[in-house]
């Protein structure tokens, strides 16, 4: 019997190429070098080998172009069509470190074994899982039967994500800045937030782990989980910044949250106010702006801002 996949991601897999184009443009950003070196640091440390890499849940395909290089070869998998054409187109140039191309398949996580398959011939072929910002849209007890099935013994998953947005504490008139962008996703967008946001906003303190789904899947002891987190609660030390962050203009700011998920069901549900005076986002940048100016800097100044971010490593015994 075929296995019925349940869909928790009503937003990005249904994404046009414009939209899908958008938001690889509004997260253009890499995530931070030192993200990715704990995590292949762990991999190896650990027994892990860089053959294949697979990035599940890839979108616009970043995470798979920034650790290509580290490995052999590299499959990035998505459910969005539109999603998998951008990755295709913004990584023609770029190779792995065996200097192949990378490949870009539409699946969705509860079924990629299937395309891993098909793309290498055989099963337990993937060194490195990786899911960036994504494993909160998965059906996670299908997704884990498919690690089960792809992942080599001693191969690592790695899941992390980067929930909220928080000002740099020395910020000018940090407080009220934070003020308005709390406002933004917690009354604004609530009505718009899925389990799925929750989960993510949590930091994945609770996630669906394969011993912890019903019932379990076996292949990854509990005695071999990692979990890190940075920056909770928008917490740096003294001149320091987010690990996830950079400083941006309230115009780059607001083009990055026009790419979340919430917003995206915000516009679409006030069709008229969209990308107007009137747009949430474009409220809140307001905010900001007026707050920035009431600590006595121009509106226009660069923002240092970040997320918290929670990492996630499993290892399949």
């Not at 253009?28 to 070098?33: D, H, L, Q």
């Not at 539409?106 to 011939?121: L, Y």
């Not at 709390?182 to 669906?208: G, W």
Request: charged residues 20%; negative net charge; hydrophobic residues 40%.
């Amino acid at each position: 019997m075929a296995r019925e996949t349940v869909i928790k991601d009503p937003t990005f897999r249904t994404y046009t190429p414009a939209q899908a184009t958008f938001y690889a443009l509004a997260r253009a950003s890499s995530y931070p070098p030192f993200l990715y070196n704990t995590i292949l640091t762990h991999h190896s440390n650990t027994g892990g080998q860089f053959h294949r890499l697979l990035d599940v849940g890839c979108g616009p395909g970043n995470a798979t172009r920034d650790l290509a290089p580290s490995f052999e070869d590299a499959v990035g998998v998505d459910p969005g069509q539109a999603m998998i054409e951008t990755a295709r187109a913004l990584s023609k140039d770029v190779r792995t470190g065996a200097g192949s191309e990378m490949r870009f398949v539409v699946g969705a996580a509860e079924e990629c074994a299937a395309v891993i398959d098909e793309a290498s011939g055989g099963e337990e072929t993937v060194d490195l899982v990786v899911c960036a910002m994504s494993a909160h849209w998965f059906s996670m007890r299908g997704f884990w039967e498919q690690m089960r099935t792809t992942v080599k013994k001693g191969g690592t998953v790695a899941i992390w994500t980067c929930a909220s947005l928080y000002c740099h504490p020395t910020t000018p008139n940090a407080t009220a800045v934070q003020r308005a962008l709390f406002h933004l996703e917690d009354v604004v967008l609530a009505p718009f937030a899925l389990p799925e946001n929750r989960l993510s906003r949590n930091l994945y303190d609770n996630p669906p782990l394969p011993w912890s789904v019903i019932p379990p899947v076996e292949g990854f002891s509990e005695s071999q989980f990692t979990r890190l987190a940075w920056n909770r609660d928008g917490a740096v030390a003294d001149g320091e910044d987010f690990l996830v962050g950079k400083p941006q203009t309230l115009e780059e700011l607001e083009r990055s949250l026009g790419s979340a998920s919430m917003v995206t069901r915000w516009r679409e549900a006030n069709p008229d106010l969209a990308e107007t005076d009137k747009d949430c986002v474009k409220i809140a940048m307001d905010e900001v702006g007026k707050a920035l100016e009431d600590g006595g800097c121009d509106a226009s100044q660069i923002l240092r801002t970040g997320a918290a971010v929670a990492l996630l490593l499993i290892k399949k015994d």
